[in-house]
Nanobody
């Protein structure tokens, strides 16, 4: 069992930066692939960035060069550094933990990111 708690969301102007954090508890964090997803109003949830247990990373095209995902296994935390934010980045951001290759996965409660002037 894994509990995930996101933090760091908020209101930021276009071009600004935010760093999201996702703190995990309850299991062996280092064994999980971690991902950040987002869901904007009226849209499907999409994968934004992911980082595997081997620290391989993957990004959706729209955030490449602007967002960076990282993890600190000693703190059981995954981060999403978001720079050069755009209004279209506005969404609820969710943290996901996946125990590959099983189907077991867990979700956080989400944190709102709003990019607006």
């Amino acid at each position: 069992q894994v509990q995930l708690v996101e933090s760091g969301g908020g209101l930021v102007q276009p071009g600004g930066s935010l760093r999201l954090s996702c703190a995990a508890s309850g299991s062996i964090f280092s064994a999980y692939d971690m991902g950040w997803y987002r869901q904007a109003p009226g849209k499907q949830r999409e994968l934004v960035a992911s980082i595997t247990t081997r620290r391989d990373t993957n990004y959706t095209d729209s955030v490449k060069g602007r967002f960076t995902v990282s993890r600190d296994n000693t703190k059981k935390t995954v981060y999403l550094q978001m720079n050069s934010l755009k209004p279209e980045d506005t969404a609820v951001y969710y943290c996901n933990a996946h125990l590959a290759p099983t189907p077991r996965e867990y979700w956080g409660q989400g944190t709102q990111v709003t990019v607006s002037s």
